[in-house]
């Protein structure tokens, strides 16, 4: 029988437990090939195995799943499994941090929008190929947004992309540059200028257009940034609602004014002042005295 060379453990004269098989002699090569101490030959090997009965395809689609996603697949086997007929399988393939830029490329054809997106937001993707994916659909080019490796001439372009999405994508970037925070400070939807308000690396000038945004969420997102400025903060704690509740969570929020949000008739939002780290440590203690 093909594959009874193999020797796989948890089987016996080559008979295992058939849970990985569609077909016969697939159980042979499934275990090996989803095992993380399997050596590339012996990978290479099972992969073989499979071929009199069709190769890899043959496997229960939860296997190729896991197979695609392992970190120890062959370059050999990504590139079988990048043609599966399951989208969820070449989905897996794909993210798999080992599938080459050369596989990215071809795969950058493929019928469904999702696995485009994994292509895109691969950081093995090839520059130029994200640039081209960049006008894809709105899921890739989301995806390509969110790439580490984005160029700067798409990234500015996305940045001014017809879908909120995408532009959101943009200013939820860790390194989104700081002028493009502020282009999207004034962007016409609430959940684009809530990211920037929430982005660490807003300038003060951005972060003070939004704190007078009409949409309290904006807000919120402002009184919650740690790179709030103080005299910001100063202006939150004087308003109610979600503002003052982010004002008294902020590590950055002047002490004195911690100290004054102790004196609230609201319980909670007095706990939630004298929780925050930049209390001075004696009004804290006095605080807690006086809950007795």
């Known amino acids: 029988m093909p594959g009874a060379s193999i020797g796989i453990p948890g089987t016996v004269n080559g ?6 098989a569609r077909r016969p002699g697939s159980h042979l090569a499934a275990p ?3 095992n993380p ?6 990978l290479q090997q099972a992969a073989a195995t499979l071929q009199p009965w069709g190769g890899i395809a043959v496997i229960k689609q939860d296997i190729r799943w896991d197979v695609a996603s ?8 990504l590139e079988m499994l990048s043609q599966d007929s399951d989208a969820r399988v070449r989905l897996q393939v794909a993210r798999n941090s080992r599938c080459a830029p050369t596989l990215l490329q071809a795969m950058a054809k493929d019928p469904n929008p999702e696995v485009r997106a994994a292509v895109a937001g691969a950081p093995q993707c090839p520059p130029e190929l994200l640039e081209q994916l960049c006008q894809d659909q709105y899921q890739v080019r989301s995806a390509a947004a969110g790439n580490p490796i984005c160029p700067p001439r798409a990234l500015s372009k996305l940045a001014r992309d017809k879908s909120p999405t995408v532009r959101r994508a943009v200013a939820e970037r860790s390194q989104c540059p700081a002028d493009l925070l502020g282009r999207l400070a004034s962007d016409r939807d609430t959940e684009v200028r809530s990211a920037v308000a929430r982005h660490p690396s807003a300038l003060p000038a951005t972060l003070s257009q939004l704190a007078a945004d009409r949409n309290e969420q904006v807000q919120v997102g ?5 790179a709030c400025p103080p005299e910001l903060l100063r202006q939150f704690a004087q308003q109610s609602g979600g503002p003052l509740w982010a004002v008294a969570r902020n590590p950055n929020t002047p002490p ?5 949000m102790l004196q609230s008739p ?3 939002l ?3 002042a004298a929780d925050n780290p930049g209390l001075l440590p004696h009004l804290r203690a006095m605080w807690q005295l006086a809950q007795g």
């Open 222 to 226: 402002v009184a919650n940034n740690p």
């Open 270 to 272: 007095a706990a939630t």
């Open 32 to 34: 090996i090939l989803v």
């Open 266 to 268: 609201d319980v909670r």
């Open 15 to 20: 008979q295992g437990t058939n849970q990985y």
């Open 70 to 77: 392992s970190p120890h697949c062959t370059p050999a086997l």
């Open 37 to 42: 101490d399997s050596t590339v030959a012996l």
């Open 256 to 260: 004195d004014v911690l100290g004054r």
